[in-house]
């Protein structure tokens, strides 16, 4: 019987996220995001190279905020906290969504109905999507093409519009649950 060493996808938590200088109008959302997440490697015989990283802030379908992390990786078992900090003025305009590669859609309703759910309770439940492009390397086997999407989903974030702040509501760190498929 072969034994299987099949590399595991790396666990990807997040730590914090906060909000600054969060504005909207009837068309514009701006806010500047800063999240702390912890990116670790299970593999024993495996290392991880995260050739590119593309997150991306949404609520419900609509993207908010989008931004790149540069490469990095991680060796055996090894594991890295990350920074990310993503500013984000989102028009609602066709020419906003273009410049960032992303479909056209309707942020009008979105932040309608964002401001809305907000104004109920103080809080927006708000997802962090990942795409990643990534190689794993195993000495004697060579390496592996894998591109993953790593998604926080349903972070309650409470938001305090008049100062422009808001916090993510947490009862500690969240595992982001992980896709991934081979190439």
């Known amino acids: 019987m072969p034994l299987s060493l099949a590399p595991q996808p790396p666990n990807v938590q ?24 912890t990116v670790e490697n299970p593999n024993l015989v495996t290392w991880v190279r995260f050739n590119h990283v593309r997150g991306s802030i949404s609520y419900k ?7 790149s ?18 500013s984000s ?21 979105g932040l309608d109905e964002m401001l809305s759910r907000q104004r109920e309770d103080g809080a927006v439940q708000f997802n962090l999507q990942m795409f990643v492009w990534a190689t ?21 974030v409470e938001l305090s519009p008049r100062i422009g702040f808001g916090s993510w509501i947490s009862g500690g760190p969240m595992s982001c649950s992980i896709g991934s498929c081979t190439n």
């Open 69 to 86: 992390v540069e490469p990095f990786e991680l060796g055996l078992k090894e594991s890295k906290m990350i920074r990310l900090k993503i």
């Open 14 to 37: 997040l730590n914090s996220l906060f909000m600054s200088k969060f504005n909207t109008s009837n068309t514009t959302l701006g806010a500047n995001w800063e999240m702390s997440l």
């Open 136 to 156: 794993y390397k195993t000495g004697w086997c060579g390496e592996q093409h894998v591109v993953m999407s790593p998604q926080c989903l349903d972070m309650k």
């Open 89 to 109: 003025k989102m028009t609602g305009s066709e020419e906003d969504y273009h410049r960032l590669g992303l479909p056209v859609v309707i942020m009008k309703w």
């Open 61 to 67: 379908d609509y993207f908010v905020a989008i931004s």
